[in-house]
């Protein structure tokens, strides 16, 4: 039976972005952030004012670990939390200047891994890629609202 690779699509997906995670890792240890402390300030650096709620949601991780590792990076300079004025129960999640900074390395370190994963691929091949990625997350994000679908096609690392 001649296969067209269809049935290692989920394996390929699942290697490219473990590989992916790896080498940038590997990059952002430097940063003396965890794996799942660059996560979250890249999430939190991407939507200003996040709410723990959603940042566990977007990190797909349990409430209390979202509280949790947001209080070792308040502690560590990296995001402050501040009160909703709509509703003073909701806590907001800012980026400081420290974090700020460290995304830009965090955007510059993804953008050498996503050059190397690349490598020897066409500029043709990579639109043709993106968009068929793109097209995977719209038809399989029918359950999540429609401003999650594109952002969660933005990419992990960055």
């Known amino acids: 039976m001649v296969s067209d690779g269809l ?20 990059r952002a240890s430097g ?6 402390q660059w996560r979250l300030l890249v999430r939190v650096a991407k939507e200003e004012g996040i709410t723990q709620a959603r940042l566990a ?11 949790r590792l947001v209080d070792r990076m308040e502690e ?6 501040r009160s909703d004025a709509a509703d003073r129960r909701v806590r907001m999640i800012f980026p400081t200047p420290k974090a700020s900074e460290a995304y830009a390395k965090i955007k510059s370190m993804a953008g050498e891994v996503y050059e190397e994963s690349l490598f020897g691929v066409s500029p ?23 401003s ?3 952002k969660s096609a933005e ?3 960055a």
């Open 7 to 26: 049935d290692r699509l989920g394996f390929l997906i699942h290697d490219v972005q473990r590989l992916m995670r790896k080498r940038f890792e590997a």
């Open 31 to 36: 940063l003396g952030l965890s794996s799942a």
């Open 57 to 67: 949601d977007l990190l797909e991780i349990e409430p209390i670990s979202v509280s």
């Open 76 to 81: 560590g300079g990296w995001i402050e939390r």
């Open 124 to 146: 043709e091949a990579r639109r043709v890629l993106i968009t068929a990625l793109e097209a995977m997350v719209e038809n399989l994000a029918d359950d999540e609202p429609s």
């Open 148 to 150: 999650d679908k594109n």
């Open 155 to 157: 990419g992990a690392a």
